[in-house]
């Protein structure tokens, strides 16, 4: 089992930064694929990022260029770095994992979720 705790949301004004981190407990993340997805008021949740166990990253087309997602492996963390934040990025953000070698995009594919974090981008 693998415990995943979301921090660092808040509120920031378009154009600003914002790095969410997902702490993990129970099992070394370093050998699960970790994703980032996210869910606004009325929408389907979404798919933003995901890492491989070998550091292979994946990002939604609406945040590439915008958005990484580092991995501290001694920390048992993976980070959300967003940089560039739009309004249409504010959503609540969740982390999640899967024991699973690929990078998948759809959220029933993840075993392992975090409560999630609000991110609020004002204009």
């Known amino acids: 089992q693998v415990q995943l705790v979301e921090s660092g949301g808040g509120l920031v004004q378009a154009g600003g930064f914002l790095r969410l981190s997902c702490a993990a407990s129970g099992r070394t993340v370093s050998g699960y694929a970790v994703a980032w997805f996210r869910q606004a008021p009325g929408k389907e949740r979404e798919f933003v990022a995901a890492s491989s166990r070998t550091y292979i990253t994946r990002y939604a087309d609406s945040v590439k260029g915008r958005f990484t997602i580092p991995r501290d492996n001694a920390k048992n963390s993976v980070y959300l770095e967003m940089n560039s934040l739009k309004p249409e990025d504010t959503a609540v953000y969740y982390c999640?994992?899967?024991?699973?070698?690929?990078?998948?995009?759809?959220?029933?594919?993840?075993?392992?979720w975090g409560q999630g974090t609000q991110v609020t981008v004002s204009s």
């Open positions: 999640a994992a899967v024991l699973s070698s690929g990078t998948s995009i759809n959220p029933a594919e993840y075993d392992y």
